[in-house]
Every structure is written in C-alpha cells, then in structure tokens.
Nanobody, 125 residues
Framework: QVQLVESGGGLVQAGGSLRLSCAAS????????MGWFRQAPGKEREFVAA????????YYSDSVKGRFTISRDNAKNTVYLEMNSLKPEDTAVYYC??????????????????WGQGTQVTVSS
C-alpha cells in the first residue's frame, strides 16, 4: 500500500510560480510511475503530467507543456510539480497519484492505484 500527501498549494497571482510536493510512504515508491491530475469545480479530474517509474521520461498535457515540470526524488520518496507562468485557468485542486501500469495508461485517471488528498491551487488575475 502507498499513501500520498500533497503540499505546496496556495494563492498566487497570474504569472507567478508554485512548487507542489507529493510525499509517498512505502518502500515500493520507486516501482511506481507518478502523475499529477487536477480538478476544477464542476469539472472532471484531468491529466496534467506524469513521470515514468524508471529512466525519468515525462509526459505533459498540452495545456501545461512548457510551463510545468514534473520530477521525482526516489531517495526522498517525493514527486514534485514545478508550475511557472500560472494562469487563472490553472486554478484547481491538484492530486498526485501512483500508477503501476503501462506508459499508455499514464493519462488515464482510472489507471492510478493510489491518490493523495489534493492541494488547492488558486491563481488570481
């Protein structure tokens, strides 16, 4: 079992930056791919970014590509999401998830085995 706890959310003005962290428990953290999803009020949870369990390959949604960076530190059992040039439309609750499946499953919320509680990101104009 893996437990995930997100932190680092908050209120930021458009154009600003935030760094989200996702701390994981368990010795098997390094065997999971990790992803970030977000959910705005009245909308479904959508894919943001993912990092493969081995080799550091990453994948991003078109809406955040070039602005967000996902990374992981296996020694610290932590995944990060560096968010730059934030826009009001980035406002959402951000969730991290652990995925033991294939590369092609990384964008599918149903493929994630574990989720954190979420952290609120609010971007004001």
């Amino acid at each position: 079992q893996v437990q995930l706890v997100e932190s680092g959310g908050g209120l930021v003005q458009a154009g600003g930056s935030l760094r989200l962290s996702c701390a994981a428990s368990g010795r098997t953290f390094s065997s999971y791919s990790m992803g970030w999803f977000r959910q705005a009020p009245g909308k479904e949870r959508e894919f943001v970014a993912a990092i493969w369990w081995s080799g550091g390959s990453t994948y991003y949604s078109d809406s955040v590509k070039g602005r967000f960076t996902i990374s992981r530190d296996n020694a610290k059992n932590t995944v990060y999401l560096e968010m730059n040039s934030l826009k009001p439309e980035d406002t959402a609750v951000y969730y991290c998830g652990a995925n033991g499946g294939s590369w092609s499953s990384l964008t599918r919320r149903q493929a994630y085995d574990y989720w954190g509680q979420g952290t609120q990101v609010t971007v004001s104009s």
